[in-house]
C-alpha cells in the first residue's frame, strides 16, 4: 500500500513496510538531481508519516542535518542501532 500527496514542491510518497509501519519520502519530481527526504522511523499510519515529512520539509535549512539519498544509505542493524542512540541522546538534551 501506498499512498501520495503534494506539498509545497514536494512529491511525498507514504508506503508501508514489511512491519506493518508506515514510512514516507519525498523529493522534488522534476529536478535534475533532487533533494531527498525521508522520515528516520516507522510511523502508525500514513497520514502520520506524512506529517513528519512536511515537518521535515518547513524545517529545512533550518538544521544541519545531512540529506541522505537511497543509494547511500548504510541500512545494517549497526547503523539504525548507532542512529537510533544519536536520537534519543539528542532528545535526552532538549529533556535537560
Not at 501520495?4 to 513496510?17: E, G, N, P, S, V
Not at 545494517?76 to 536520537?87: E, Y
Amino acid at each position: 500500500m501506498e499512498q501520495i500527496a503534494l506539498y509545497k514542491d514536494f512529491r511525498i510518497r507514504a508506503y508501508q513496510d514489511w512491519s506493518g509501519q508506515w514510512l514516507a519520502e519525498a523529493k522534488k519530481p522534476f529536478d535534475v538531481n533532487p533533494e531527498y527526504i525521508a522520515t528516520p522511523s516507522g510511523h502508525p499510519t500514513a497520514e502520520a508519516a506524512i506529517a513528519v515529512t512536511k515537518q521535515l520539509i518547513d524545517s529545512e535549512g533550518t538544521q544541519d542535518r545531512p540529506q541522505t539519498k537511497p543509494s547511500n544509505e548504510d541500512n545494517s542493524g549497526l547503523a539504525m542501532l548507532a542512529a537510533l542512540g544519536r536520537r534519543s541522546s539528542r532528545s535526552n538534551r532538549s529533556d535537560s
